[in-house]
């Protein structure tokens, strides 16, 4: 597969793999930026990440301060879950049967509203946790009918050969937001208080919804059978995932990777008794703070991402160097020790999620591509929350970090072992 080539099949010159040397040879790729379509669904990303964070602090903040209970926080977070999961896979069948600018358009538009109605009850202090937990739900699953259509519309914004420039760099800003999102919304909390999150957050997404207006129109291709998005066509997606190896490996590698081995659950707990001494509050902080951070600096530096050809292999061996590396922080008795560890792993995530993203946009094909990132967005959402109950769990039994190591090494193992066993992805290449 030539990757100078456009999703049209026409060669794209602009497409060619820069020469560059030097440090210049692992500094990020920009190339998708020169494309006016992808620059701006980077741009409205960009706002996206940081003003969700906004919310996604004030949520739980303000679920606390009315009950009191760090349990309703959590019933909370499972609110939003479930709509999340069911209008992403819905959302992905949608994607594939419609202009995906459309459904961007409408998705992001809903997103703001419900920012707007967050603001609106907060300012009147209503203190309902009943009318939070709805507006959640809601949220997510505007958020669950957007996130497959975006995704999905990279393929058709540039051309196979900057894919995965096209995905470090959303990637990057995705994590970037959630470093300095948080940090954002504990400064602005005491200026200008906690409904202005949401306001702040409603007015972004304006800015958001005026990028995705001016994207070209993204109707099916030309020849793709009209259908609607129904149970039918999500029951085809899983069936074409099941009859393409490549594509199941992908979504089990990062089962692996997150049910196996996030260790974030007992971060707590960690914080609380392992590295006691360096204050609680500074490593709870740096714990949260460390795999963002390993995963922006790796899209930073990523480079190297469009030259490398053997996209299943960088999967496979990100998710080994993931479970190496929060086994090492499982070890780890210093905490600038465990925290170079989680940075390493934060670097092994971003490796990981380009090139799985890169799979499942040049594997499938354009009518699937909306499923695929609808199951995609389920498993990146759902396995961090699982692995909060297992290692909470195993914490629990064990010790966290006899729990943490033990979930690494099972990581390295289960990798491992599934490659060698279905030498699909192994021998996937571009």
């Not at 999905?152 to 096209?166: K, M, N």
């Not at 072992?417 to 992805?425: C, G, M, T």
């Amino acid at each position: 597969m030539d990757t100078s080539e456009s999703t049209t099949g026409q060669r794209d010159p602009e497409a060619e793999t820069p020469k560059r040397r030097g440090w210049r040879r692992w500094a990020m790729d920009t190339r998708p930026l020169r494309r006016p379509a992808y620059r701006r669904l980077w741009v409205s990303t960009i706002v996206t990440a940081v003003g969700s964070q906004l919310t996604a602090v004030a949520v739980p903040k303000q679920i606390y301060d009315i009950t009191g209970s760090s349990a309703w926080v959590g019933a909370a977070s499972m609110a939003g879950f479930v709509p999340l999961v069911v209008f992403a896979l819905w959302g992905g069948a949608i994607a594939d049967t419609m202009d995906r600018r459309k459904l961007l358009l409408i998705t992001n538009s809903g997103i703001a509203v419900t920012s707007l109605l967050f603001w609106l009850q907060a300012f009147a202090g209503l203190e309902s946790v009943a009318a939070l937990m709805v507006l959640l739900a809601l949220q997510q699953a505007f958020w669950g009918l957007n996130a497959p259509a975006r995704n999905a519309s990279i393929a058709r914004l540039v051309p196979a050969g900057e894919l995965p420039a096209a995905n470090a760099l959303g990637s990057t800003v995705m994590q970037t937001g959630q470093v300095a999102g948080p940090l954002l919304a504990g400064a602005l909390i005491p200026v200008v208080g906690l409904p202005e999150l949401y306001l702040i957050d409603a007015l972004a997404l304006c800015v958001t919804v005026w990028a995705v207006y001016r994207l070209p129109s993204l109707p099916p291709l030309a020849g793709t059978a009209l259908r609607r998005a129904g149970v039918k066509e999500i029951a085809a997606g899983f069936r074409y995932i099941s009859g393409h190896t490549v594509l199941l490996l992908s979504f089990l590698a990062d089962i692996v990777a997150m049910v196996l081995g996030m260790p974030r659950a007992l971060f707590p707990q960690l914080a609380a008794q392992t590295y006691a001494p360096y204050g609680e509050g500074l490593a709870l902080g740096l714990l949260f703070a460390a795999i963002p951070i390993g995963a922006v600096l790796g899209g930073l530096f990523s480079g190297t991402f469009s030259r490398a050809r053997r996209h299943g292999l960088m999967v496979i061996g990100a998710v080994v160097v993931w479970g190496v590396a929060i086994t090492g922080f499982g070890l780890s008795s210093s905490l600038w020790v465990a925290v170079v560890f989680l940075v390493v792993a934060g670097v092994a995530d971003m490796v990981s999620m380009v090139f799985r993203g890169v799979i499942l946009l040049s594997a499938a094909t354009d009518e699937m591509r909306g499923r695929m990132q609808g199951v995609f967005t389920v498993v990146v959402a759902g396995g961090p929350r699982l692995a909060d109950v297992l290692h909470g769990t195993a914490g629990s039994a064990f010790g966290p970090r006899t729990a943490v190591a033990g979930g690494g090494l099972l990581v390295v193992f289960v990798m491992l072992a599934l490659a060698a066993a279905v030498p699909a992805l192994r021998r996937y290449r571009v």
